[in-house]
C-alpha cells in the first residue's frame, strides 16, 4: 500500500480508537477499503477509447477517428476543429491542404509536425450528409454539443502531454478552449489562459488559403510563439 494511504488509514484508525475510549464507538465509520489501482491512461489507451467512442452520432458515420499526431513530450500544441475529408481516410489531424500550409508555418519557426502535437477539438469527422463519407465538400464545423462530447479526450491529451503553450486554431478551437464567441480578430495577439496553460489564437490556415491578408497576423503570432518558447 502506497505510504499516503497508509498514514490516511493510520489517522482513520487513530479517530476510530478515539472515539472507542470516549465509549462513541457506535458512530465510527468503518475504514474504506483502499481502491484497486487503476490503469494509467496513457495516449495510446486514450485514442483506443476514441476508437470505440460513441458518445455522439460523429463516431458511428465516420471512417477513421483522427485522434492526434506529433511528440507526446511536445513543447506546444496546435489545436484545430474537427477533421475533414482527407484526414477521416488517413486518421490524422491536418494532412489535406489546410495541413500542409500548417507544416509550411510550423517550418518558418523552426518547428514540424514530429516536434509538436496536432488534435482537434473533435476527433471524427463533422459531415453534412453523414451518409456521404466519400464526398468531397463534405465537411462542416462541429456542433457544440459534439465538441462537449469529446472535450474530455481533448482534456487528457493536453494533461498528459502537459505543453508550456498551447495554439487555437480559428475561432472554433477557441471558442471550445475559452468559451467565448469572439472571433479570432478580437482574440489574437495577446496570451490567454486554458486551465494554467498559457493559450494563443490565430487564424485557421484554410482561413489563410481563402485570404492572404491573414498571413501578416498569422506571422506575428507564430513570432510570439516562438519568443515564448525561447524564454527559459
Ligand atoms: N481542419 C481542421 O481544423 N483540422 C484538421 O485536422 C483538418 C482541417
Not at 484497486?36 to 489507451?45: C, F, Q
Not at 496546435?78 to 481516410?89: C, K, L, N, S, V
Amino acid at each position: 500500500m502506497p505510504g499516503a494511504e497508509l498514514a490516511a488509514l493510520a489517522a482513520e484508525l487513530r479517530a476510530r480508537a478515539e472515539l472507542l475510549d470516549e465509549g462513541d464507538w457506535s458512530a465510527a465509520p468503518l475504514p474504506a477499503a483502499p481502491a484497486a489501482p487503476e490503469t494509467p491512461v496513457t495516449l495510446e489507451s486514450l485514442a483506443a477509447e476514441v476508437s470505440a467512442c460513441r458518445k455522439c452520432p460523429l463516431g458511428a458515420t465516420r471512417i477513421k477517428p483522427a485522434f492526434g499526431v506529433g511528440s507526446p513530450k511536445a513543447e506546444v500544441m496546435f489545436i484545430g476543429e474537427g477533421p475533414g475529408y482527407e484526414e477521416d481516410r488517413k486518421g490524422e489531424p491536418f494532412v489535406g491542404k489546410a495541413g500542409q500550409l500548417l507544416d509550411k508555418i510550423l517550418a518558418a519557426i523552426g518547428l514540424s509536425r514530429e516536434s509538436v502535437y496536432i488534435a482537434n477539438v473533435v476527433k471524427c469527422h463533422p459531415m453534412l450528409d453523414p451518409t456521404q463519407p466519400d464526398t468531397r465538400g463534405n465537411d462542416r464545423p462541429p456542433t457544440a454539443e459534439e465538441m462537449a462530447a469529446c472535450r474530455g479526450y481533448l482534456e487528457a491529451q493536453i494533461a498528459l502531454i502537459r505543453p508550456r503553450a498551447l495554439v487555437a486554431l480559428g475561432s472554433t478551437a477557441a471558442k471550445c478552449l475559452l468559451a467565448t464567441e469572439d472571433g479570432v480578430g478580437r482574440l489574437r495577439g495577446r496570451w490567454h489562459d486554458f486551465s494554467g496553460t498559457p493559450l494563443l489564437v490565430t487564424y485557421h490556415p484554410a482561413a489563410l488559403l481563402r485570404d492572404e491578408t491573414y498571413k501578416r497576423p498569422v506571422w506575428e503570432d507564430m513570432k510570439a510563439l516562438k519568443a515564448r518558447l525561447e524564454e527559459k
